[in-house]
């Protein structure tokens, strides 16, 4: 089976004409099952599965799962700890069983009833010629909607601009972490070609 492959800058495009429907665009131009190849060789490519029956197969039954790249791993590891982000193997479906019954579809049906209630709430508090910021709007309702479906209690309770300020501070953390790995596997990958090169020109020097 040949996967179709998507090229990163093509990505970028499709996703800034499209916005959100972007997904659908996607799954309607490359089928249930594409590949994007990051354009360092050090990165893994990203597969995309979007047919329900695919992931059930790699989330909902009891085979070995992939892999996740190690450069996540530790990257993510610092924030998230070795829950399901990071963890792979039979400790993930230990983890996973557990969480299990949060996502079952009467459950998630409760979330959904909470979201269009917090959505609401929303807009019900915006005012005619007031200037909303769109991004710090839906990252408020983002915030609003997890805290409740986690902790069911109200985002209100909480000093949320001390919380936006630490999740915006991991955010960098994170993608400084991410930089950091990423020139560690360039320098390695580079490294290798050197030795390669290096023992390359070596034989061809011993040749008679």
């Keep these: 089976m040949t996967v179709p492959r998507v090229p990163l800058f093509k990505l970028q495009k499709l996703y800034r004409k499209h916005g959100p429907e972007f997904p659908r665009r996607l799954q309607q131009w490359y089928g249930d099952l594409f590949m994007l190849r990051p354009p360092l060789k050090v990165m893994p490519p990203i597969y995309f599965v ?31 700890g070795n829950g399901l ?34 959505s609401e709430d929303m807009l019900a508090g915006w005012q005619e010629g007031q200037v909303i910021s769109l991004g710090e709007a839906m990252h ?25 300020q630490a999740i915006r501070d991991r955010k960098a953390a994170v993608d400084a972490r991410l930089a950091e790995k990423g020139a560690e596997l360039i320098d390695e990958q580079l490294d290798r070609k050197s030795t390669r090169l290096n023992s390359s020109h070596s034989s061809v020097s011993r040749m008679p």
Excluded: C, N
Aim: avoid cysteine; charged fraction near 20%; proline fraction near 6%.
């Design 85 to 118: 982000f990071t963890s792979s193997g039979d400790f993930w479906r230990v983890q996973r069983k557990r969480m299990q019954p949060a996502f079952h579809h009467a459950q998630i049906g409760r979330y959904a009833a909470r979201m269009v209630q917090h």
């Design 140 to 164: 408020d309702l983002t915030f609003t909607i997890v805290v409740d479906a986690l902790f069911s209690i109200a985002a209100e309770s909480l000093d949320t601009a001390l919380i936006h």
């Design 50 to 80: 979007l047919h329900p029956d695919h992931v059930y197969t790699l989330l909902g039954q009891p085979r070995p799962v992939l892999e996740k790249p190690a450069m996540m791993r530790r990257v993510l590891q610092a924030s998230f």
